[in-house]
């Protein structure tokens, strides 16, 4: 497939000629790549059940995983979600747009393909001003889940989706890297009480702010999924029970005091650098949990660019909300394997 790139880091003359052509191509069923505040996402036509199913082709993703509805407007919402819509239209002015994605009993006319088969919808309004444009432009509801093959980490940067997704979808629309870096916080707003199923920088005390208190995370996500058999449930959004994120090089995460953290790093490198082998740090700085999560992608990237054969990483203080939304990320990276030192 001919695949055009634009560049919309800047929103232009040019920049918006070029989101309205890309536009047009979602409407008619095609696939665009386009910048987010959180990670890029590869979109389609939310309500074109053949366009959302080439998302699952283009990226090699199980058809069970459903996709995230984007949206530009809060008025769409109703048309495509039903249920709490008191508490999300509540949720969606406080936080809307940016990096908040809700779970809603769907409406009918959202195809099955697009929810994996679920009877619930996740929609979210992105902050990214290219992203609110190509979303308008199209004039329908935007089906997009990150913009990288199945498996790999989450692209924040154009060059990311280039490497991932060139000659596969239509269109690759490039900006700045993310600001944001990790995924939207997903709400489950299905049950009685709101339930977070994926962690992300906005935190369950933020979301308690409108929702009168504080929401649970979902305990399926707080181990390894399939570790104690039978004991540990299933995550409820169907993609958090998959490997994600995983660079090609093994990982391993050492916590505990930060001094002691480095020792080990320091050790275990020198032991693996003796054997021959070239060995990537990923050390971020004590609390500076926005530029982590800025940079965490990009540098698990970087190290399957380098070719490194082992990641050795330091964890973060995971008692912070936003702490816990990266070492989420982080553990599945690693598959779960984590020292205490
Ligand atoms: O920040 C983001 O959310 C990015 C940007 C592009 O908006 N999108 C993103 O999409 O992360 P994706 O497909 O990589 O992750 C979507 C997650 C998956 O874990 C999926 O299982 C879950 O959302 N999900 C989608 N619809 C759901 C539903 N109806 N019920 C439960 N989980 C759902
Ligand atoms: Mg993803």
């Not at 001003?129 to 308008?136: C, D, G, M, S």
Request: with cysteine; aromatic share 4%.
């Amino acid at each position: 497939m001919r695949t055009q790139v634009y560049d919309v880091a800047e929103l232009n003359e040019e920049a918006l000629r070029n989101i309205d052509v890309a536009g047009k191509i979602l409407a008619e069923g095609g696939l665009v790549a386009f910048p987010t505040e959180t990670v890029y996402g590869l979109g389609a036509n939310a309500m074109n059940p053949a366009a959302a199913a080439d998302i699952y082709l283009a990226k090699g993703r199980p058809s069970d995983n459903p996709l995230i509805v984007h949206i530009a407007d809060i008025s769409q919402l109703e048309k495509l979600a039903s249920g709490q819509m008191e508490v999300a239209l509540a949720l969606a002015e406080a936080f809307w747009p940016g990096p908040l994605t809700m779970i809603l009993p769907k409406q009918k006319c959202v195809p099955d393909v697009t929810t994996g088969g679920l009877n619930t919808v996740a929609v979210r309004m992105p902050q990214d001003a290219a992203a609110l444009e190509l979303i308008r432009r199209a004039g329908v509801p935007v089906a997009a889940p990150s913009a990288n093959l199945s498996g790999r980490p989450s692209p924040t940067a154009g060059a990311h989706v280039i490497q991932d997704l060139f000659g596969r979808v239509d269109v690759i629309l490039t900006g700045n890297d993310c600001r944001i870096g990790i995924e939207s916080t997903i709400l489950d707003l299905t049950g009685e009480k709101a339930v977070v199923l994926r962690p992300g920088l906005l935190t369950p005390e933020e979301l308690g702010t409108v929702l009168g208190y504080i929401p649970e995370i979902d305990p399926g996500i707080l181990k390894k999924p399939g570790s104690e058999e039978g004991q540990n449930p299933a995550p409820r959004a169907p993609g958090m029970k998959y490997k994600h994120y995983a660079p090609k090089a093994p990982m391993e995460i050492f916590s505990g005091d930060p001094r002691r953290v480095r020792q080990a790093i320091a050790d275990k490198k020198a032991a693996a650098e003796a054997e021959g082998k070239a060995v990537g740090v990923i050390l971020f700085e004590e609390n500076a949990f926005e530029r982590a999560a800025h940079d965490l992608f990009a540098r698990l990237r970087d190290m399957d660019d380098r070719g490194v054969d082992l990641i050795l990483a330091g964890a973060v203080n995971d008692r912070d909300s936003r702490g816990f939304a990266l070492m989420n990320r982080m553990l599945k990276s690693a598959g779960y394997r984590i020292t205490h030192v």
